[in-house]
């Protein structure tokens, strides 16, 4: 299956669409390269900033992943507006257990370009971290893209 074209790359000449495909699949593949957890966050971000920079809504994604950190899947959940999504906590746990995850990063891009996370993701996240841990499922980080910025909840000590 083609990998698809982030909002951005649609308007390059086609031999650049394909570079950036071929990035995208790389990226991809570095993910889910067996046996390497996430112990290091560049691809995450780098595969992150590539999916979501450009968006002109936001959309909010997860990343499932197994008791070592690999990755099990990625799913976007919402998407919204130019300047909202509703996010369910319910949906957050239910597709965790559908992938019988057993830690999650979540993402979401601020088409503002501003990553400065907002008092209502805050109380979002807070939300599916409570409900995550009823069924076990740990949640590692949740990035905010803006542009080509990206600011970590857990390294902000959110989490």
Same mark, same amino acid.
């Given at each position: 299956?083609?990998?698809?074209?982030? @909002?951005?790359?649609?308007?390059?000449?086609?031999?650049?669409?394909? %570079?950036?495909?071929? &990035?995208? +699949?790389?990226?991809?593949?570095?993910?889910?390269?067996?046996?390497?957890?996430? +112990?290091?966050? =560049?691809?995450?971000?780098?595969?992150?900033?590539?999916? $979501? &920079?450009? $968006?002109?809504?936001?959309?909010?994604?997860?990343?499932?992943?197994?008791?070592?950190?690999?990755?099990?899947?990625?799913? +976007? @959940?919402? %998407?919204? %507006?130019?300047?909202?999504?509703?996010?369910?906590?319910?949906?957050?746990?239910?597709?965790?257990?559908?992938?019988?995850?057993?830690? %999650?990063?979540?993402?979401?891009? =601020?088409?503002?370009?501003?990553?400065?996370?907002?008092? &209502?993701?805050?109380?979002? +996240?807070?939300?599916?971290?409570?409900?995550?841990?009823?069924?076990?499922?740990?949640?590692?980080?949740?990035?905010?893209?803006?542009?080509?910025?990206?600011?970590?909840?857990?390294?902000?000590?959110?989490?």
């Amino acid at each position: 299956m083609e990998q698809p074209l982030p @909002l951005f790359a649609r308007e390059l000449a086609p031999a650049d669409q394909q %570079t950036v495909r071929e &990035a995208l +699949t790389l990226l991809a593949c570095q993910l889910r390269e067996p046996g390497a957890p996430f +112990t290091s966050s =560049h691809a995450v971000r780098d595969w992150l900033r590539l999916q $979501l &920079a450009s $968006l002109e809504r936001e959309e909010f994604t997860a990343l499932f992943l197994d008791n070592q950190h690999r990755l099990i899947a990625h799913e +976007t @959940l919402f %998407t919204g %507006t130019i300047n909202h999504t509703q996010v369910h906590p319910r949906e957050v746990v239910k597709a965790g257990l559908k992938y019988n995850a057993a830690a %999650t990063v979540l993402a979401h891009n =601020h088409p503002s370009g501003e990553a400065e996370p907002s008092k &209502a993701d805050r109380q979002v +996240t807070a939300r599916i971290q409570q409900a995550l841990e009823l069924v076990d499922i740990r949640l590692l980080d949740h990035l905010v893209v803006g542009g080509m910025e990206i600011t970590s909840f857990a390294e902000k000590g959110w989490l």
